[in-house]
């Protein structure tokens, strides 16, 4: 073999033996040169196939390898800061803050619905801060049901129930709880919201006809509401019960003198039961509104003095000088009407597009008494048969969400907001 390769690369074969040591260095540089020519047939094998890709392609192929693997360097980089999974629209738990710890649980009421409690440690409910800027280890909760949120929460314990404004359709319900800063961002963990999740049974409501028998009590407890405007939407509510305890979700029937809830109503209609002393309250229409909270017993009796159930009310007046979602005296930049007849739908445009930052006045007239939800902005407005409902709101949160009758189930419109 090796005087035949000698013989090719035009070397001379010695008549004489070749010396062990000068053979193996020939060898070698024989094998370097026949790997060299090698790798330049490849070379040039390669640059034709690429010649004729460019020629099967219209000659665009001009992208180098430098070009492919900055393109992959920018789509790691792209999803490792969570662009995909939409990072922006939560708050990462920052250093400086210790991770909040979330649990719920829920128990059958023994009268009707379900009491949820939340317990959440290293956080605090700050209803007076709402908002406004994150503050390490404040916020509050909110509240979904099968994915759709039902508002924001202040307190420990909430009802949900079959009745009142908040009311749930008979059947099986997921409640999630979300842990929410100031802003109403979520925090998050590694990019996951700190959420959990229980999974309900709501029975129909039947009134039997018999309410509780009232628990008469010497004195009065004093009931203070104040009022505050919510800087996103509403009013933050506070009630300020002294000499009585607002105590959590109750899963036994027990009264006890000195301690209870309240059960709140807006215009004669109820509401709902407030476990503790913060409520936020959005969604209603132009006028005077009547907001009457009334002191129970765990078991639901009136608690009286001389026979005369204990009442706090206050007026909050929603118009042109002060309305729900926005400073007094500003025009809405969009207004959308809407009229409802049957399952008729009568509006200019089905999807709105609003600009970030807009104050929006919706106007809904209806031949049905019902609710206007709007979703995802915690937004819940009664619309009487054959009478304007209006209300207003900050369009702060992009996205697109639905607008609808809730209990006829009709879409009125969307909203996408960018």
């Not at 000068?22 to 026949?34: K, M, P």
């Not at 009421?109 to 007076?128: K, R």
């Not at 109750?250 to 009264?255: D, E, G, N």
């Amino acid at each position: 073999m090796f005087n035949y390769l000698a013989r090719r690369r035009g070397f001379h074969t010695p008549s004489t033996p070749l010396n062990p040591a000068r053979f193996l260095l020939i060898l070698l540089a024989l094998v370097a040169i026949s790997a060299g020519c090698g790798s330049t047939d490849e070379a040039e094998s390669a640059a034709e196939r690429d010649e004729q890709t460019d020629q099967a392609d219209g000659g665009d192929n001009d992208r180098d390898d430098g070009d492919q693997h900055e393109a992959g360097m920018e789509m790691e980089d792209d999803d490792a800061d969570g662009h995909d999974h939409g990072d922006e629209e939560m708050i990462e738990v920052p250093g400086t803050m210790t991770v909040p710890t979330l649990a719920i649980s829920t128990a059958a009421d023994p009268s009707e619905g379900v009491n949820l409690s939340i317990s959440v440690e290293d956080y605090t409910f700050a209803p007076e801060h709402a908002s406004t800027d994150p503050i390490d280890g404040e916020g509050h909760v909110h509240i979904y049901i099968d994915g759709e949120k039902l508002g924001r929460f202040y307190n420990h314990g909430v009802h949900l129930s079959a009745l009142g404004a908040l009311a749930l359709e008979p059947g099986e319900h997921e409640v999630m709880v979300e842990v929410s800063a100031n802003n109403h961002l979520p925090y998050a963990v590694d990019g996951v919201p700190i959420t959990q999740s229980e999974t309900i049974t709501i029975e129909a409501a039947e009134s039997t006809g018999d309410e509780p028998a009232s628990i008469e009590i010497d004195a009065a407890p004093a009931i203070e509401i104040e009022v505050l405007t919510d800087p996103k939407a509403g009013w933050n509510v506070h009630f300020d019960v002294s000499d009585f305890d607002l105590v959590a979700p109750m899963v036994t029937a027990a009264a006890a003198e000195g301690e209870g809830h309240l059960v709140l109503s807006v215009d004669g209609q109820p509401l709902t039961r407030l476990y503790g002393s913060w409520w936020h309250l959005s969604g209603l229409s132009n006028g005077e509104h009547e907001l009457t909270a009334q002191l129970v017993a765990s078991d639901r009796s009136p608690f009286t003095v001389d026979g005369e159930p204990i009442v706090a009310t206050t007026v909050i007046t929603v118009g042109d000088d002060s309305n729900d979602s926005a400073a007094a005296g500003t025009e809405a930049d969009i207004i959308i009407k809407a009229t409802v007849a049957g399952d008729e739908v009568t509006i200019d445009n089905d999807r709105q597009e609003i600009e970030l930052g807009s104050l929006v006045s919706v106007q809904v007239t209806s031949d049905a008494n019902d609710h206007i939800h709007l979703h995802g902005y915690d937004l819940l407005t009664d619309v009487a048969a054959d009478e304007l409902a209006e209300f207003d709101f900050v369009a702060d949160i992009p996205g697109v969400f639905e607008v609808e009758l809730e209990e006829a189930g009709t879409l009125l419109f969307e909203i996408a907001v960018s």
